[in-house]
């Protein structure tokens, strides 16, 4: 099991920034890659950032490239998604993601991955 919470979202207006939080509480999180993943209402869960174990490449879809900076910490086991220029738009839950079975690759696909957080709310007011 790797337990993952969440924590640092909040109400932002548009240009703002957050910086979320994902923490294990077991060490076993730095054998995983790790995936950052936001659901907003009547949407499918959809992938935003994805760091590998080792933290030698990240990935992000288009929408947030430029914006957004997924990074870990081995030491803590957390794992941080910094969030620049937030947009309406990014009005979601927020979910960290771990487990994916093969170490070479960050899936896009959530339902490759097992362990999740609870999630947590960001609001970007216009």
């Known amino acids: 099991q790797v337990p993952l919470v969440e924590s640092g979202g909040g109400e932002v207006q548009a240009g703002g920034s957050l910086r979320l939080s994902c923490t294990a509480s077991?060490?076993?999180?730095?054998?995983?890659?790790m995936a950052w993943f936001r659901q907003a209402p009547g949407k499918e869960r959809e992938f935003i950032a994805g760091?590998?174990?080792?933290?030698?490449?990240?990935y992000y879809t288009d929408s947030v490239k430029g914006r957004f900076t997924c990074t870990r910490d081995n030491v803590k086991n957390t794992l941080y998604l910094q969030m620049n220029n937030l947009k309406p738009e990014d009005t979601a839950v927020y979910y960290c993601?771990?487990?994916?079975?093969?170490?070479?690759?960050?899936?896009?696909?959530?339902?490759?991955?097992?362990?999740w957080g609870q999630g947590t709310q960001v609001t970007v007011s216009s």
């Open positions: 993601a771990a487990g994916a079975p093969d170490p070479t690759i960050v899936p896009r696909n959530p339902y490759e991955y097992i362990y």
């Open positions: 760091i590998t174990w080792n933290e030698d490449n990240t």
């Open positions: 077991t060490h076993r999180f730095r054998i995983y890659n």
